[in-house]
């Protein structure tokens, strides 16, 4: 059996809804923070499986820049949960009424 484009376009669909799910129902910001970046791997996996079907590099050059981009996220992303665990005391995103007066 080989393995066609069609089964990593089904891998990364089924992690990309494992991920949707994940950031739409959990409360706790470090897991929401930890489904978007199965998001963005699951498109990682769809760059290099069509640029490898179409023999181009295109699609590595995309998933290094979707890389470079969930390394900075990821960076600031945390900064930011830990800022707000430190002030409110929880990870709780309901907690998280910074924007109102």
Do not use: P
């Not at 390394?71 to 800022?83: D, K, L, P, Y």
């Amino acid at each position: 059996m080989t393995i066609t484009l069609d089964h990593y376009l089904v891998l990364a669909a089924f992690l990309f809804g494992i991920g949707i799910i994940g950031a739409l129902t959990r409360r706790s910001a470090i897991l929401v923070f930890l489904s978007i970046e199965l998001m963005l791997n699951s498109v990682n996996i769809v760059f290099l499986a069509v640029g490898r079907y179409l023999g181009q590099l295109d699609g590595a050059l995309f998933a290094f820049f979707v890389m470079a981009v969930s390394a900075a996220e990821a960076a600031v992303g945390v900064a930011i949960i830990v800022a707000f665990i430190r002030r409110r005391g929880t990870s709780n995103i309901d907690a998280a009424n910074l924007m109102k007066w």
